[in-house]
């Protein structure tokens, strides 16, 4: 499969875009990853909790978001990713 040109992926937005983070369950990481989201300019959103490891090491946070542009949808990525304790980002 090709990657999508910058107009193909141009093309996709605005649209909503749901983000699920897989981390450690660090004291803060759930306002870590919120404030990622203010840092990058969304308002009135949050990330919610989702379920515990079984050991309890691991947590996910989820949240759904309308994203305008393919660049912005990248910045959040890679804000996501840059938390401490993140481990996977779907």
Known sequence: ????TKA????LFP??????????????IHKNLNKVLVDTG?????FQP???SKAGKYISFEV???IET???MLEIDQAIRSVEGV????
């Open 50 to 52: 989702g379920l515990k």
């Open 87 to 90: 481990k996977m980002l779907l």
């Open 42 to 46: 969304l308002q009135g959103v949050a």
């Open 1 to 4: 499969m090709r990657e999508l």
């Open 15 to 28: 649209t909503e875009c749901h983000f699920k983070v897989i981390c450690l369950d660090l004291i803060g």
């Open 70 to 72: 393919h660049d912005k």
């Open 8 to 11: 193909e992926s141009e093309s």
């Open 64 to 66: 759904s978001l309308q």
